[in-house]
């Protein structure tokens, strides 16, 4: 079975060989999407490879083709079988050139990429260079590519980010301590958002908020004067105060004398551990439709859940385009932690 895209001068070529990789951050969930990507190109009689650690794999060849047995029990893992790592020299014209030498030294047609948006841009700019047809699977904890209400990974990092909250809060409350627990989100706060909300926390600073550290001050001497013994605040790496958490915990100590201060790093604990159902089925029906979405003649586009439906987004705007925190759950926030 061969299917057909326009490559340039328009001369028809059949696609046959599909190659899947990983790139950038690794999130639980990618093993799924690599799952789904190779089992569905075998579906449709076409021939998969893999491509190990990212660019830098794909710029030295590192190939290999694939069967339906060789993802074989890896839906419920972590990480990703196919390795990941960032690569400076794909940066380069000399190095794109170099990446699209070793597909077409392999015969192969179209490519997949699962990550996030600097994957994404790097794709971007090797599709427009060399006229190959690639596709986006947005694969991060973070959450914030434009296109998709959920990449893969942010749920099993917001359940891991929770499950900490909530051993916390058990210390917390025995010793009556104010707690900061950092989550991951330099540039984006939907883990501590989502996480901050399902765990209870009396206050959650993101990024794209700046309720200002005199503000945070007041609101926990409001919650010790209304009888609370403990309070937990999740805070995004990237919020807005100007105080690292450590210095954001120490400042708050020091204005606040009636709390006793513990900060808390989660770390990349986050970014381990078996994915969720809710990741596994996502990756699942994104790498089966980011194959279909080749096959049906695209290109340069990113597969993504809206509305609990797979949609398309031209790579450009996932890229270009930032994903803003939903306000309803700005309120939810608010109206929660009075």
């Known amino acids: 079975m061969y299917f057909i895209f326009e490559p340039r001068g328009n001369m028809k070529k059949q696609i046959q060989n599909i190659a899947v990789m990983t790139s950038g951050g690794d999130a639980p969930g990618m093993n799924a999407a690599i799952r789904a990507v190779i089992r569905t190109a075998v579906y449709y009689k076409l021939d998969p490879y893999g491509i190990y650690r990212g660019y830098e794999g794909l710029i030295e060849g590192d190939i290999e083709r694939f069967t339906a047995r060789k993802v074989s029990n890896i839906i419920n893992r972590g990480g990703t079988i ?16 170099k990446a699209y030498d070793q597909l077409i030294k392999n015969n192969i047609d179209a490519l997949i990429v699962i990550g996030g948006d600097g994957s994404f841009t790097g794709a971007k700019i090797f599709a427009e260079e060399f006229d190959f047809p690639v596709i986006g699977i947005p694969g991060t904890i973070d959450n914030d590519i434009f296109g998709t209400d959920f990449t893969i990974g942010f749920d099993t990092a917001s359940n891991t980010a929770t499950e900490a909250i909530d051993k916390i809060r058990d210390t917390a409350s025995s010793h009556n301590r104010l707690f900061f627990i950092e989550v991951m989100g330099r540039n984006a ?150």
């Open 189 to 338: 706060g939907f883990l501590a958002l989502y996480s901050g909300i399902a765990g209870g926390a009396e206050e959650i600073l993101i990024p794209e908020e700046n309720i200002g550290i005199d503000k945070l001050v007041e609101s926990l001497r409001r919650s010790k004067r209304a009888g609370k013994t403990s309070s937990i605040v999740v805070v995004a790496e990237g919020d807005q105060t100007g105080k690292n958490v450590f210095e954001l915990a120490k400042y708050v100590e020091n204005n606040l004398k009636e709390y006793e201060s513990r900060v808390v790093i989660v770390g990349h604990i986050q970014r381990g551990g078996c994915p969720t159902t809710f990741d596994r089925v996502l990756a699942s029906r994104l790498g089966v439709k980011a194959v279909e979405a080749l096959l049906d003649g695209q290109r340069n586009i990113m597969v993504g859940l809206k509305n609990n439906s797979v949609q398309y987004t031209p790579l450009n705007d996932a890229i270009q385009f930032t994903r803003t925190i939903n306000k309803e759950m700005l309120n939810i926030s608010e109206i929660l932690t009075t």
């Open 82 to 97: 196919l390795k990941t790592a960032r690569s400076q020299e794909f940066r380069t014209v000399e190095g794109r050139k």
